[in-house]
């Protein structure tokens, strides 16, 4: 009787330490804390707009649009700091292209359905076709391309947009010059359940240098850089 006893004291306590393990862990896996460096802004900053399938672009949304020194479109707020990156990796070396620069909604819807109609054809169903495209094309009105703040580069030496290309020579140069001219990497490896979108190591979004320089360093995503200034 008394070694049963002792045998279930032992699991209890083993439990209590699994459970104490846990919720000693939990908060630094659920919220990520500031550090140090932490450029605290004004979180209603356009450069910080926060635009996912759970914050679609606000009906009022306007910006002007600018053009890079190939005529491409972007936010004229960005077109000095997109000229800038491309120039210092030309100067690199790194030929990067633009190939998708602002996109209006209505290309985004496009884009969106074209996908859905492809994945029907190979014998999805709407729902199935629906979900798998929203993983790799953002629903329309809650793309970054469509508020002109984001950027997909890429080159001529790696043209696919696949997760091979974070070992390109673009993707490499990207990831750590990026964030000298106000860009990071939008959707990381690993944080697809943050951001709610696939590893994209082509997609580059502007959100000034100093948050960039923080997000990069601290391998974050703009949710939860904008979840720390709430
Ligand atoms: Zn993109």
């Known amino acids: 009787m008394r070694k049963r006893r002792k045998k279930y004291n032992a699991a209890v306590a083993f439990i209590v330490v699994i459970m104490c393990m846990i919720l000693w862990y939990l908060p630094s896996i659920a919220i990520a804390e500031p550090e140090g460096d932490f450029p605290d802004q004004d979180p209603d900053e356009w450069r910080l707009i926060l635009v996912n399938k759970q914050h679609p672009i606000p009906n009022n949304y306007i910006f002007e649009t600018g053009r890079i020194h190939n005529g491409l479109m972007v936010d004229e707020r960005i077109t000095g700091a997109l000229d800038d990156m491309l ?44 979900r ?91 949710e939860e850089y904008v979840g720390m200034l709430r």
Do not use: N
């Open 87 to 130: 120039s210092a990796a030309k100067e690199d070396g790194v030929l990067l292209l633009v190939i998708s620069p602002y996109r209006s909604r209505e290309k985004q819807q496009r884009l969106f359905d074209e996908k859905v109609s492809r994945s029907m054809r190979h014998g999805s169903s709407y729902l199935d076709a629906f």
């Open 132 to 222: 798998e495209t929203a993983q790799a094309v953002t629903i329309p009105g809650s793309s970054e391309h469509e508020i002109g703040l984001a950027v997909d580069l890429t080159t001529k030496k790696h043209i696919t947009l696949d997760a091979a290309y974070a070992d390109s020579e673009g993707g490499i140069w990207l990831k750590e010059h990026c964030a000298e001219y106000g860009f990071i990497l939008r959707y990381p490896e690993g944080k697809e359940d943050i951001t709610g979108i696939e590893f994209e190591p082509w997609h580059f979004r502007y959100v000034g240098k100093e948050t960039a320089a923080y997000i990069m360093e601290h391998d974050l995503t703009l």
